[in-house]
């Protein structure tokens, strides 16, 4: 296929094929970067190597960026590797938001593996939204690394988005090192299928006065499928806060296990954890099934609402 051919497919799957002229967007395919267009305030610089590609990503300081910046990661055949090696830094007081479209419509045997470190300076702020598009059968080992790092009065959330198609294999790592007044929210919701395996690993550690983190994983599973979530908040300083949400719901023969972790060593630091693993709420279910809707129908919209 050719470089234009693979750069249509890959926005149309993702749904990107028209964005404005104010609107910044990287379009990268397996290992190759195929297009960049930017606005003023935002450097990217992306080298290709023979494993995978290097981007550094920066906002310039005080620089609010208007427009959700767009990223289109891909690979369009059935087999194939993408390796990324990203670097993002935000400067003092600059605000930004990231939408990742993240698509392997084909995948047999594909790999996707990230190693990322987001850097947020004072008084900064990112929006970091990733959505996965897979095709129905899964075939996509999703490897994501990323390490965060969050100065004082910096705000930082994250969310992960898995709902249509299988997953496939996903294991995430996210780890967050929060300083005075910074704020971290990371958000991951996944429907799996098949023999879908999931491990979600999140962390957030609050060393800072007033510091903030907040894990919330939402994650449906049903035939054969299979998670993990551990997730963990350590708070060493005075007036740090936080909390560990986790909700699963379970059907067929699926199994899930939630493993929420709290740690606090200062006694002006607070942390509280929620779990909950399960069927769909009967009382749910009851409700809407008296409302004429059939059981299908009633599962799928309690699912829907668990993964808003």
Known sequence: MDKDKILSELLNYSGLHKMAPDIAHIEIHGNQVLGTHLVEGLSVESESFEDGVNIKIRVKKGIEIKNPVRFCFGLIPENGIQKLNINTVIEENAKASFIASCTFPNAKNIQHLMDSEIILEKGSSLKYFERHIHGEKGGVTIVPVTKVFIKENARYSTEFELIKGAAGEIKIDYSAEVEKDGVVDMNTRIFG????????????????????????????????????????????????????????????????????????????????????????????????????????????????????
């Open 193 to 308: 299928r098949l023999k879908d395996k999931i491990h979600i690993k999140e962390s957030a550690h609050l060393t800072g006065e007033n510091s903030t983190g907040v894990l919330t994983s939402h994650i449906a599973l049903k035939d054969e499928a299979d998670a993990i979530v551990e997730n963990e908040i350590i708070a060493d300083a005075p007036f740090a806060r936080g909390h560990v949400d986790c909700k699963e719901i379970v059907q067929g023969r699926a199994k899930a296990r939630a493993i929420p972790v709290v740690q606090v060593n200062n006694s002006k630091a607070h942390v509280t954890h929620e779990a909950a693993i399960g069927s769909v709420d009967s009382k749910q279910l009851e409700t809407l099934l008296s409302r004429g809707l059939a059981e299908d129908e009633a599962v799928e919209m309690i699912i829907n609402g668990l993964l808003k």
